[in-house]
């Protein structure tokens, strides 16, 4: 089932999530929603918040831009109470963009190698290093399960010059292609 993403300026976007119990009703159907809505907006990945759920859950799947980057080949997870262990001091700055904010996206240096422990949808943990866009997708993604968003980590002037567009997507008159949930909608 395809939901609603919730835009910019949703509280629930802003909230520290909580981790998701081992007998979480209905968890590998709740993963299928969250694939199925991410591939509908054309996402790399999707974090519970951003429909709604405050929970530590992410979906992501990197493969479509393996041309560009290797590391994503293949590079399909559901991350259940996913925790960045290590990080890099190396870090890159790349362009991001957000499903939660249609319309922006801004230079973001992230840590370039991480580690990172998390669950997957049959209760299987896990442990990765990861290098390159994959470790970038997954700061992105977890940043959303800490009640943050992709930015916070850019400087004041270029907040000033997104201001416009960030009132549009919080009045609900940015466009996008997917189903979204704007504030006061």
């Known amino acids: 089932m395809i939901l609603p993403i919730y835009l910019y300026g949703q509280p629930v976007l802003r909230e520290e999530t ?35 759920l405050s929970l530590r ?6 493969d479509v831009l393996s041309d560009d ?18 990080r890099s001091d190396e870090t890159v700055a790349m362009e991001e963009g957000c499903l939660s904010f249609p319309g922006v996206h801004e230079k973001v240096s992230r840590a370039k190698i991480i580690r990172v ?13 990861l290098d390159g866009f994959t470790a970038r997708v997954v700061q992105h993604e977890c940043e959303h399960l800490a009640g943050g968003v992709f930015i916070d980590n ?20 940015a466009r996008c292609s997917y189903r979204t949930k704007a504030v006061g909608k």
């Open 18 to 52: 909580k981790d998701v119990p081992v007998d979480y009703p209905n968890l590998k159907e709740l993963v299928a929603n969250m694939f199925e809505t991410m591939y509908n907006a054309d996402g790399v990945g999707l974090a519970a918040p951003q429909i709604g």
């Open 117 to 129: 422990t998390y669950s997957d949808e049959n209760g299987t943990s896990h442990e990765e290093e």
């Open 69 to 86: 980057f290797p590391e994503c080949k293949g590079f399909k997870r559901a991350m259940v109470n996913p925790c960045i262990v290590e």
């Open 154 to 173: 850019i400087s004041p002037i270029r907040k000033q010059l997104n201001k416009g567009r960030l009132n549009n997507i919080i009045k609900g008159t």
């Open 57 to 62: 859950l992410l979906v992501i799947d990197a």
